[in-house]
């Protein structure tokens, strides 16, 4: 690191600050930022494991500000969850910046920065340049007396746009749907842009833009990070020092934004973008072949693809002509903002559904051992209105990652779980890092906690392993009710599917006299909170669970997990990246299924000790995690908790937690 005369070195600033802020040294926490300080300085990759209590954020944010101003240059820092970013910013980075103002050369500044489409477009609200999915006129939207939810919404926001600072969604209280902002918002390509813009110097995205240019830490999001690791264009403000943390969901994100689909939604939306804008025969042409291939996806069964047949070649194939000629025919360079927006948003919709019918098709050419792109249909319900989508996805994101972004950034990747199977191996393969000349170093720093004295893993091994219909039997209803009746409540369950977790939430309201809560019934920020206000209350709820409950002390005792999360034998992806690995002579069961099932578990089991004071009980109630060959796997990728597989010590144990 280039430092100053009058700088302290980085054991001292993290005193400092831990010092300022009424915490208290902590061994994993100094050696992680030491660790970051030296891959800022040699520009080797970091993956750290660092468990829950360690205080790695000021473990990274110490380096990374001491770095920023000593060197003057910027740091970003990207998260998964907007409750992260929204902790560094409103209160980790503001109180470091002022614990640390006297040690720095000068007082460093920070900010968020997000994806386009999370501001409010001025251009968009008062030049009426929004359409409705259902075509209705944008007048009718923008009248005062419009009635209906969305109209109410839309007024809501152009009233807000006048008020408030930054247009940032995330400010919006209450929300609205996603249907509903996006009248007023566009993304990057559909944004016209700064010079042709009449609201260009008053543009909210272009202003959180010109801050995060300012800024030594700028905070963002994985998918934002993925964008700028794609795009040609510059998303973010050049940098060559990024943090990653909760990296165990880099790979995930950056797929998903790697990810095309048609649907009749997407397809629709292009063609009524384009029709006002084009010939009659063109707008003709592209309607009719959007209609035949909505049809043909519509009437497609859901699966992976893996030979495409000649009908489904020949829709694509006329969408993508279409398309590309439709989007030639456009002028996109009017002066009037109201026309230029429209012409920009209408060949963005253009050009994703002909390039992404254009790379499905390119996806079929090699042979299926030598392909990197997976194609499959999908069929989405939600709320009860069913979509039926057509996605194409890379096989693997490693080499975009390798290529794109750890050749120009030197990168400190970190989690509470890095380590599958007792190693940094899988998700250092995942990531890009393995294979090549990447220079990377994996540690893991620990935990302040004691896991063997503070927690018990207990596997229900005389349990009979689960059946295939996702509920379960009624051995594992018996220890559900015994294991929450002995801890008094106070349980969090995990289950694999939403349908196994209402159908315990049902059976264990008749069998307890303890509350059951079940995700779905309200807000899960509503369901969390009324769980951890009320101590004999117990949530039941599937995966998007397991990483958002936070609740320390005694309302959380006991962490149930129904079955080893292993992916739906039928997920396209999942099953095309283990047939990879077998076709290279690996085991793609152990590389993929149970990599993927060992993160979860960790992720799961994660939830129980928050806080040093806490105890408890983690019970898998899969007897395969004790019988089958990869048990000592996944179980290698969970904290050493003391383990068990006697039912009666842990239905004591628990009791004697809710007597305390």
Known sequence: M?????????????????????????????????????????????????????????????????????????????????????????????????????????????????????????????????TEPDDRSQQDLFEPVATSALGRDVKRLIAWSSDTDTGDRDELTPGVPDRSWS?????????????????????????????????????????????????????????????????HELVDRVTSVATGELSATSLGIAHRRAARLV???????????????????????????????????????????????????????????????????????????????????????????????????????????????????????????RTRLFEHTTTVLTSATLTIGGTFDAMASA????????????????????????????????????????????????EIAALITAAGGRTLGLFSSMRAAKAAAEIMRERLHTPVLCQGEDTTSALVKRFADDAETSLFGTLSLWQGVDVPGPSLSLVLIDRIPFPRPDDPLLTARQRAVAARGGNGFMAVAASHAALLLAQGAGRLLRTVDDRGVVAVLDSRMATARYGGFLRASLPPFWATTDSERVRQALERLRAR
Not at 213 to 223: I, L, M, P, Q, R
Not at 279 to 302: C, V
Not at 312 to 325: H, P, S
Not at 439 to 468: M, N, Q, T
Request: aromatic share 4%; glycine share 8%; proline share 5%.
């Open 431 to 478: 990531w890009g890092l393995t294979g090549g000349e990447t220079e990377w170093k994996g540690i893991d720093v620990g935990s302040p906690f004691e896991h063997a004295k503070s927690g018990i893993l207990y596997v229900a091994a005389h349990l009979p392993p689960p059946g295939r219909d996702g509920t379960g039997s009624a051995e594992q209803l018996d």
């Open 2 to 130: 280039v430092t100053t005369s009058d700088t302290p070195d980085i054991t001292q600033l993290l005193a400092t600050a831990v010092a300022a802020l009424g915490g208290r040294e902590r061994a994993g926490q100094v050696e992680m930022a030491k660790a970051v300080t030296h891959a800022f300085d040699t520009g080797e990759h970091l993956a750290v494991q660092a468990g829950t209590g360690t205080g790695k954020s000021l473990a990274y944010l110490v380096p990374a500000l001491a770095r920023a101003v000593d060197a003057d240059e910027p740091v970003v820092v990207s998260t998964a969850t907007i409750a992260l970013q929204r902790q560094l910013v409103d209160r980790d980075l503001p109180r470091l910046a002022e614990s640390l103002a006297d040690t720095l050369p000068r007082a460093p500044e920070f900010a968020l920065l997000k994806g386009r489409g999370n501001y409010l477009c001025l251009n968009k609200i008062h030049n009426g340049a929004a």
């Open 183 to 247: 009248q007023v918002s566009v993304s990057a390509r559909e944004c016209i842009g700064v010079a042709r813009c009449p609201f260009g110097t008053d543009c909210f995205a272009e202003k959180a833009r010109s801050r995060a240019g300012s800024a030594d830490v700028v905070v963002t999001n994985h998918a934002l990070l993925a964008i700028d690791a794609i795009s040609d264009a510059a998303v973010l403000p050049e940098h060559h020092l990024l943090v990653v943390d909760e990296a």
């Open 279 to 401: 010939d009659q025969e063109l707008a003709q042409r592209l309607e009719a072949a959007t209609a035949t291939l909505s049809s043909a996806i519509h009437d497609t069964e859901p699966g992976r693809i893996d030979v495409l047949d000649d009908e489904l070649a020949t829709y694509l194939t006329a969408v993508r002509d279409a398309a590309f000629r439709a989007r030639s025919a456009i002028d996109t360079a009017p002066s009037d903002p109201a026309a230029a927006s429209a012409r920009t948003e209408a060949v963005t919709a253009l050009t994703d559904i002909g390039d992404t019918a254009s790379r499905v098709l390119d996806s079929f050419l090699p042979a299926i051992p030598d392909r990197t792109d997976v194609v499959w249909i999908e069929r989405e319900d939600t709320r009860g209105s069913v979509r039926t989508i057509l996605r194409v996805a890379p096989l693997s994101v490693s080499g975009l990652l």
